[in-house]
């Protein structure tokens, strides 16, 4: 089975433009979840999705979105983007999600640069 | 809030020898999970070894197992044999009654051949 996969792999933007960054989670997963790492760091936790419905938020300003489609795939938004958002974004599949401790598989990220 | 220390930003170690990665973390929780995950230059995070709080028994993994000390919240990885293919980020990793994993901030592990 294919793991959990994210496109694209790097993607450079300047300040104030908006992005999107794409996951696929492994067959069967029903919950998404979204990481940042910034350089040097651990990676800080932003959004989970479970059946389509946000199930938890980190501490980020609301210029970060998400959404999960039917098909379970998801799509992180971050509008007017600052130099500060550079890193490297990680998706997280569960087999279940929401208040389960199922095991997190992640995907190989995507690095954003924003100049 | 959960917070996890990794107080050894690198370690290294010859290859066949053995090496431990140190974690303590602080929460008033008393079910949660913990977890090593491996990040190579690759990126992938790759996860290594989970222990359920519950379980008195530490978990292992092949080459890989933990020094659960749970009235001390410390989470500690032992390698042995360690191989070239080891050598990557380590991180640290708790998880209570949410959905996050709250991450520490690393070990870099260099092994020597």
């Known amino acids: 089975d294919a793991g959990v996969t994210q496109s694209p792999t790097h993607l450079i933007k300047t300040r104030g433009q908006q992005v999107t960054l794409r996951c696929s989670p492994i067959?069967?997963?029903?919950?998404v979840s979204w990481y940042q790492q910034v350089l040097g760091q651990g990676p800080q936790f932003i959004f989970q999705y479970y059946e389509k419905e946000e199930r938890g938020r980190g501490n980020f300003p609301d210029r970060f979105s998400a959404r999960q489609f039917p098909n379970y795939s998801s799509e992180l938004n971050v509008n007017a983007l600052l130099l500060g958002d550079s890193a490297l974004y990680l998706c997280?599949?569960?087999?279940?999600?929401?208040?389960?401790?199922?095991?997190?598989?992640f995907g190989p990220g995507t690095r954003l640069t924003v100049l | 809030a959960q917070t996890v220390t990794q107080s050894q930003p690198e370690m290294s170690v010859q290859e066949a020898e053995t090496v431990t990665l140190s974690c303590t973390y602080d929460?008033?929780?008393?079910?949660?999970?913990l977890f090593w995950y491996k990040q190579p230059p690759s990126r992938q995070m790759i996860l290594v070894i989970r222990?359920?709080?519950?379980?008195?028994q530490n978990a292992t993994e092949n080459r890989f197992s933990v020094n659960f000390q749970k009235a001390a919240k410390s989470f500690s990885l032992k390698i042995s044999d360690s191989q070239l293919g080891d050598a990557a980020m380590y991180f640290c990793?708790?998880?209570?009654?949410?959905?996050?994993?709250?991450f520490g901030k690393g070990t870099k592990l260099t092994v020597n051949p």
């Open positions: 067959s069967g997963h029903k919950s």
């Open positions: 990793a708790f998880q209570g009654g949410s959905e996050k994993l709250v």
């Open positions: 929460t008033s929780e008393s079910d949660y999970y």
């Open positions: 222990q359920e709080a519950y379980k008195q």
């Open positions: 997280a599949s569960i087999r279940r999600g929401g208040w389960s401790t199922d095991t997190q598989y």
